[in-house]
């Protein structure tokens, strides 16, 4: 049995409904609660409908324990609900509830964690380096990073219900193979650009604080290579991003 | 060094350990080891699409990963071995006799299991094993990120999920 056509509301539901996938998130059941709640405008569609055996057993499967990137999420609730629909065995479906959890939050912490979010914060840097105000900077930094992610979640939801537990093979997309690599490439460029410029934001024309500016960026290195892959690199993008705006906004 | 982590973690390969563990201790294999996995074709499709490209998954059962675990030792790359669940790992360390440190890095809730750490969840068999092991010889520490402090067995055991 095949999976049905989503009508248009219900993939509007579940789209909706991954923006608060880690609402109920808790120490026991991670995203579990969340994975549920946007795979059920799906399950609507089983035999009995809402409230039916089917539907209820689903439920049940679904809020288990559950833990990937929340924005690759979408991917396993098509899946999921690709499964549930089409009749795929039960035991199946567990499994892969179980199985998908880590290679989802594999490879989105790479593409989003460690490749989108130091690109996003690199590129506002370098936004503050060429003279564009503060509130520009942070609109900028948000608008781009929540594009990027929004799409994720869009073409996750949409490659997993196409693909249902043979999903692997989403995953092989070279967005997701190829992409963490070729973001952080981008983002050494954009290093490369925004830091010279932002330095030169930081001092402005008079360059009373150049000192304590190379000061700093020499302490910043030693610190980074003193804890180099034990600091999370998003982290200290934020971070730089946040005083750099402190800093502009101070002057 | 060889195998750099000896890990049991029920998410087996995701983000804490190609990216958390990974990137600093340069990790280029994962042998992962899971008797059903290991038999699995489409389970180990979707794990292999979890790890980068650079670094390779190979999947053993106990006895074949205890077959080969010298092998694994011996290689210049650095790698990590994962094990979803204590029983797994407890079978190999004693299986092998050459495993002295293993990390809990995530056992999640389930019925029976109580907190211990946030990330550590723990049935009383299961705490009985891991102090069995730990009587054996094997050091074994809670730590889900290298940025974290291990939290040595004792402490994890004495724990309440805060």
């Known amino acids: 049995m095949t999976a049905p056509r989503l009508p248009v509301r219900t993939r509007a539901a579940m789209f909706l409904r991954l923006l608060a996938v880690q609402g109920a998130w808790n ?33 049940a499967r679904q809020n288990g324990y559950f833990n990937a990137n929340p924005y690759l999420a979408g991917l396993a609730v098509g899946a999921l609900a690709n499964a549930e629909l089409s009749g795929d065995p039960t035991d199946r479906i567990e499994r892969f509830h179980t199985a998908c ?6 490879v989105g912490d790479r593409l989003v964690w460690a ?37 994720l979640r869009y073409w996750g939801l949409h490659a997993g219900y196409r693909e249902g537990l043979r999903v692997a093979s989403a995953l092989g997309a070279p967005l997701l193979r190829q992409g963490p690599a070729q973001v952080a490439r981008a983002s050494a460029l954009l290093a490369g650009i925004a830091i010279p410029l932002a330095v030169r934001g930081v001092i402005g024309p008079a360059h009373e604080a150049l000192e304590i500016v ?14 180099n892959g034990r600091v999370e690199g998003w982290r200290l993008a ?14 | 060094m060889p195998i750099e982590l000896y890990r049991i973690d029920d998410r087996l390969v995701h983000g804490q350990v190609v990216v958390g563990w990974g990137q600093p201790l340069n990790i280029t294999f994962v042998v992962l080891v899971d008797d059903i996995i290991a038999t699995s074709d489409w389970e180990q499709e979707l794990y292999r699409m979890g790890a980068p490209p650079e670094m390779t998954v190979t999947f053993e059962t106990v006895e074949s990963a205890t077959a080969k675990l010298a092998e694994y030792q011996s290689r210049a790359a650095h790698g990590i071995l994962l094990a979803g669940d204590i029983d797994t790992m407890r079978r190999l360390v004693e299986r092998s006799g050459t495993i002295n440190h293993v990390n809990i890095g995530g056992i999640h809730h389930r019925a029976g299991r109580t907190a211990r750490l946030r990330y550590v969840f723990l049935t009383p068999e299961e705490e009985v094993s891991l102090r069995e092991m730990g009587a054996g010889g094997v050091t074994i520490t809670a730590q889900d990120v290298p940025a974290t402090t291990p939290v040595p067995l004792d402490e994890v055991l004495a724990g309440t999920g805060e």
């Open chain 1, 238 to 251: 934020v971070v730089a991003l946040a005083l750099f705006i402190l800093i502009s906004v101070v002057r």
């Open chain 1, 27 to 59: 120490y026991e059941t991670l995203m579990g609660n969340g994975i549920a709640f946007a795979v059920e405008p799906a399950l609507r569609l089983l035999p009995g409908g809402r409230g039916g055996d089917r539907y209820r057993a689903a439920i």
């Open chain 1, 101 to 106: 959890c880590g290679p989802l939050g594999s």
């Open chain 1, 115 to 151: 490749g989108w979010l130091p690109a996003c914060s690199l590129l506002a840097l370098m936004a503050f380096g060429l003279g564009m105000r503060p509130a520009g900077v942070v609109l900028l930094f948000l608008g781009t990073y929540n594009i990027g992610t929004m799409a």
């Open chain 1, 214 to 227: 190379f000061a700093a960026a020499a302490v910043g290195a030693v610190i980074l290579a003193r804890f």
